[in-house]
């Protein structure tokens, strides 16, 4: 199982919601990330959990608040977004050894923020 | 000192030929440099990766160049297909703490294969 799984795959938010993005691996990867995307552009790291640990938050808006419950979940709650928050965001997981750097990514959830 | 120039931004290659995109760096602490290849809708897909101990990594159709005093490297495809039809980022990164890592990427080349 090669997969990292992102639930929903779209979600329309309104900006007084409170939602969450789920991401999932049976990878024994102990490294995830969440990203950003726009439309015609990189991704853009977000945070990083390392070993269920918060190593990288990129000052990211506390309006984004993840969470990593075990070694295979990862979450992202969502809080009084904006529409400029409408974005792909992509979950990425890798083994943080550093003869192994593939970061596998999911397929992410399209948001729109309305 | 942490971005990935990437170019062209767009490429459009006839179908059997060969489809070049070039990136450049200026950090030499990156030791790890991906390509990654994402179709619409989809997240990013590693394509190959090269570390700057070699200067070329084949596989397949799929070759990295790397040059590292120059600090450049490039991806060819060879007998490119309109399957090849995408986005491509190159990135880079350091592995100086483990869990770390923060892949920056290019600015992305949108292929395109013509019949």
């Known amino acids: 199982d090669t997969e990292v799984t992102q639930t929903p795959k779209h979600l329309v938010m309104g900006m007084t919601n409170k939602k969450s993005l789920k991401c999932e691996q049976h990878?024994?990867?102990?490294?995830m990330y969440w990203y950003k995307q726009k439309a015609k552009k990189p991704p853009e790291l977000m945070f990083v959990?390392?070993?269920?640990?918060?190593?990288i938050n990129e000052s990211v808006p506390s309006r984004f608040s993840p969470e990593c419950p075990n070694s295979s979940l990862l979450n992202l709650h969502l809080h009084a977004l904006q529409p400029e928050d409408s974005a792909l965001y992509l979950c990425?997981?890798?083994?943080?050894?550093?003869?192994?750097?593939?970061?596998?990514f999911g397929q992410g959830t399209r948001l729109t923020v309305v | 000192q942490q971005q990935v120039k990437q170019s062209p931004q767009s490429l459009i290659v006839q179908k059997g030929g060969i489809s070049i995109i070039n990136c450049a760096y200026e950090?030499?602490?990156?030791?790890?440099f991906p390509w990654y290849q994402q179709f619409p809708g989809k997240g990013p897909a590693l394509l190959i990766a090269?570390?700057?101990?070699?200067s070329e990594k084949k596989e397949g159709r799929f070759t990295i160049s790397f040059n590292k005093s120059a600090k450049q490297f490039s991806l060819h495809i060879m007998d490119s297909q309109p399957g090849d039809s995408a986005t491509y980022f190159c990135?880079?990164?350091?592995?100086?703490?483990?869990?770390?890592?923060?892949?920056?990427f290019g600015t992305g080349t949108r292929l395109t294969i013509i019949p």
């Open positions: 990425a997981s890798s083994q943080p050894r550093d003869s192994q750097r593939e970061a596998f």
């Open positions: 990878m024994g990867h102990r490294a």
């Open positions: 959990y390392s070993y269920e640990k918060l190593s």
């Open positions: 950090n030499t602490a990156f030791d790890y």
């Open positions: 090269i570390r700057p101990d070699v």
């Open positions: 990135a880079a990164s350091r592995g100086h703490n483990f869990g770390n890592e923060k892949l920056t």
